[in-house]
């Protein structure tokens, strides 16, 4: 499989922000730039399209210059929700893909090898579910999702459906485990994800 010709890169914006007092927290700055635009940075050149799915109006991320899709559900229904609006993007977007490479909006660390190694333990031939994992446990919003999943996600979703992790564990989606990332002198979590203020904080010391 060859990763990059194949696959579209989906970035799940489409929280509320509660913890950080509602709004689009990817959009607040992080040295002087949106969390966002870092992590398009390191998903970017993993993948053949990057497409952004997030509910409301699209306009406001009109900088980054991406296709933005909004899922069907509405009322915040979840990243199940976004990652089906994102596989449904994929397939209009690109139709020759087989996979969808999946990535939260908040994680301005994620791995460069993200994609590489996700496709390595899919295997040969058809795709099959694969999912990230760290020390700190699995991160199921990071995946690669064949875009033939999508009418089983959807018949999920309808049925009320809303955990990413459950539904994973369902599929028996294949785990990949990726070590800590070293940033100066520090070692983090790659999948470090900004909730609150105080780790908005965290990273700009990291960077």
């Not at 959807?154 to 459906?161: K, R, V, Y």
Request: a neutral charge.
């Amino acid at each position: 499989m060859k990763p990059r010709e194949h696959s579209v890169g989906i970035i799940l914006a489409g929280g509320k922000s509660s913890r950080m007092g509602g709004g689009d927290k990817c959009l607040l700055p992080l040295t002087g730039r949106p969390i966002l635009a870092h992590v398009i940075e390191r998903l970017k050149p993993q993948v053949a399209e990057l497409i952004i799915s997030a509910n409301g109006d699209p306009a406001r991320f009109s900088a980054f210059g991406l296709p933005v899709v909004e899922d069907r559900l509405g009322g915040y229904a979840g990243p199940l929700a976004g990652i089906l609006a994102g596989l449904e993007g994929a397939r209009t977007n690109r139709p020759e893909s087989r996979f969808a490479i999946t990535a939260a909006s908040d994680t301005p660390f994620l791995p460069a090898d993200l994609v590489d190694r996700l496709c390595s333990a899919s295997g040969e031939g058809a795709p099959n579910l694969a999912v990230a994992r760290s020390a700190d446990g699995m991160h199921p919003v990071f995946g690669l999702w064949p875009v033939t999943l999508a009418p089983d996600l959807e018949a999920s979703l309808m049925s009320g459906e809303r955990k990413v992790s459950d539904w994973v564990r369902q599929r028996q989606a294949r785990e990949v485990m990726f070590p800590p990332l070293e940033i100066g002198s520090r070692t983090i979590d790659p999948f470090f994800n900004i909730n609150r203020a105080h780790d908005l904080a965290a990273a700009e010391a990291f960077l």
